[in-house]
């Protein structure tokens, strides 16, 4: 069973950090590639981030370039996103989804965490 938990939302105030982290089991982690998505109130579901099995591809949303950063440990099969600078457009919630790299219809997705920033 594939189970994909991430962690680490809460309330911030504008200029603040979090990390975001995303542990998945049940899978072999490094034959995935990973990304983090975005949803605002009323919005339609946004990329954020990925990278790729080994991490040596990264790829941000021009809104958070600069600003986000996306990292994996593949032997904690754990996705991480830190965030600094937030901004009160950076309120969401945030998933994380596993694609497999050879199978590319296989894909998990989490429940996401949820990010406010707010003063």
């Known amino acids: 069973q594939v189970q994909v938990v991430e962690s680490g939302g809460g309330l911030v105030q504008p200029g603040g950090s979090l990390r975001l982290s995303c542990v998945v089991s049940?899978?072999?982690?490094?034959?995935?590639?990973m990304s983090w998505y975005r949803q605002a109130p009323g919005k339609e579901r946004e990329f954020v981030a990925s990278?790729?099995?080994?991490?040596?591809?990264?790829t941000y949303a021009d809104p958070v370039k600069g600003r986000f950063t996306i990292a994996r440990e593949n032997d904690q099969s754990t996705l991480y996103l830190h965030m600094d600078n937030l901004k009160p457009e950076d309120t969401a919630v945030y998933s994380c989804?596993?694609?497999?790299?050879?199978?590319?219809?296989?894909?998990?997705w989490g429940q996401g965490t949820q990010v406010t920033v707010s003063s």
């Open positions: 049940g899978i072999i982690f490094s034959d995935y590639a």
């Open positions: 989804k596993a694609r497999n790299l050879w199978s590319f219809d296989v894909v998990y």
């Open positions: 990278i790729s099995s080994a991490g040596g591809s990264i």
